[in-house]
């Protein structure tokens, strides 16, 4: 994307999408796993339960399982409760990301990495924007996510990207077309979670694997909620009513003091502070004020 496309604000460019737009607006609220998501792959180990209210992925040594929302968003707040694969999971890779599709594609990930037991999950997160990544950060969880449900949302709109556990922001990536760096923000994506094996790598760089004595593994999924401008037909449509303050929402003096706590104490991996591996220099982002 040429930096001529990026001469108006995000604002203004989303309010002329808007008022270009023909279809009537429309929000999505999920609730309910039948209704919200397919199934896509797994060969009977993904499982919708109690009335669509839980869904399970479940991992053996001979495949993994995973589901996408049925509706594709451009721009949105979506959450999700995840209860991680408990015990030794070491070489597991449980996902709840944002993706479109094609070799140019924008994704907003969130991966968990398993572990030897009582060692510590980590939280690998990286957002691609027409198809480069290498964005990555990696976060230590201050609570056991195998114990109980908690919360993991994104919330992307134009001025930025926020992950969020349990309602503490964990890292920000604003849009900075300014600088040049593209932004996710014309391809619609849908939701998409996994359970899969990628024990080459995972943990510890792949000097652990996965101990299949230990199979099936299986997480948890509750109270999938999107709401978020759906894209039927090629033309998004969004409400500008007061249930999408998300759409101009900022982090304010509380919210950036939470951020930099959880930076500081559990973050374990900063692309923007990996000097050796951008030896030509950080990427742009990284010092736009």
């Not at 599709?101 to 030897?116: P, R, T, V």
């Not at 890292?171 to 994506?189: I, L």
Request: charged share 15%.
């Amino acid at each position: 994307m040429g930096m001529a496309s990026c001469a108006s604000s995000p604002k203004a460019s989303f309010l002329l999408l808007l008022a270009l737009l023909a279809t009537s607006a429309s929000t999505a609220l999920a609730g309910n796993f039948y209704q919200d998501v397919d199934i896509t792959w797994g060969d009977g180990r993904a499982k919708i339960l109690n009335n669509g209210q839980l869904l399970t992925l479940s991992l053996d040594k001979y495949s993994g399982s995973g589901f996408q929302s049925k509706d594709q968003y451009v721009y949105g707040k979506f959450d999700m409760q995840l209860k991680l694969v408990p015990g030794n999971s070491a070489g597991t890779v449980t996902t709840f990301y944002l993706s479109s599709q094609g070799a140019a594609h924008d994704e907003i990930d969130l991966e968990f990495l398993g572990n030897l037991s009582g060692d510590p999950y980590v939280l690998h997160t990286n957002v691609y924007s027409q198809g480069k990544g290498n964005r990555e950060q990696q976060f230590y969880l201050w609570f056991d996510p195998t114990k109980d449900f908690h919360t993991y949302s994104i919330l992307w709109n134009p001025g930025h990207i926020v992950i969020y556990v349990d309602g503490t922001p964990i890292r920000e990536f604003r849009n900075r077309e300014s600088v040049g760096v593209p932004y996710p923000k014309s391809q619609a994506m849908r939701v998409y979670s996994s359970l899969w094996d990628a024990e080459d790598w995972a943990t510890r760089g792949g000097l652990v694997k996965t101990d299949w004595s230990q199979a099936p593994f299986t997480a948890a999924f509750r109270n999938y909620n999107a709401n978020g401008c759906v894209w039927p037909s090629g033309a998004s449509s969004c409400s500008s009513g007061s249930t999408n303050s998300w759409m101009w929402e900022e982090l304010d003096a509380t919210s950036l003091k939470k951020l930099r706590w959880v930076q500081k104490n559990y973050m374990t991996y900063n692309y923007c502070t990996d000097v050796k591996r951008f030896p030509q220099g950080l990427p742009p982002e990284c010092s736009a004020s």
